[in-house]
């Protein structure tokens, strides 16, 4: 496979922030080394499943990967926890798990996993998913930005039509009053 292609888009999604969340630190270990090889430099992780939200709320990720087999909190729960948190954002979490069943993942799927990796992982499959899930999150942050800018733009206008229509009033009631 050409590698060349997609690694130089990698550049784009450098800065942009993952945290990892495995309770194995030698799969912490390995994915923050993929990571930091391609060039991405705001990694956070973490082996302890119960410090995800306030990690999430520090930290402010643009995806998240996630084991599901962990002690404490599942990855399930903190799923669960999350989609709760942050329903109005697009917050991509990608499951990474050894069990493959179809059950696992109808699971995850239905709450709010994004994508899959299995594990053993695959380096180029794992940077591959990961850029695509970046990608996506990329954009839905340019809409929701986009989104902003125009209700402020509506909002703006929307009170100069406000003070014109008192200034009106205002004219058509000394005119009015001249009468």
């Known amino acids: ?19 990892i969340v495995d309770d194995e630190p030698a799969n912490v270990a390995l994915l923050e080394d993929m990571l930091g090889e391609q ?5 956070k992780s973490t082996t302890d499943s119960r410090r995800v939200l306030e990690l999430c709320d520090e930290f402010d990720p643009d995806l998240i990967l ?20 942050r329903s ?9 798990t050894a069990d493959v069943n179809e059950e696992t ?9 994004t994508d899959f990796l299995n594990k053993p992982l695959d380096y180029i499959e794992v940077l591959l998913r990961i850029r695509n899930i970046l990608e996506t999150r ?17 909002h703006a206008r929307t009170s100069e039509l406000q003070a014109a229509k008192a200034a009106l009033e205002q004219v058509q009631g000394k005119i009015t009053a001249e009468l």
């Open 88 to 96: 109005e954002v697009y917050l991509p979490i990608i499951v990474l």
């Open 105 to 113: 993942k109808r699971r995850a799927l239905n709450l709010g996993a």
């Open 66 to 85: 996630l084991d599901l087999f962990m002690p404490h909190v599942d990855g399930f729960a903190v799923l669960e926890s999350l989609r709760g948190d």
């Open 138 to 154: 990329r954009i839905h942050r340019l809409l929701d930005n986009r989104c902003a800018a125009l209700e402020d733009a509506v």
């Open 39 to 43: 060039g991405y430099t705001q990694l």
């Open 1 to 19: 496979m050409d590698t060349t292609n997609w690694k130089g888009d990698l550049a784009a999604y450098s800065k942009m922030k993952i945290l």
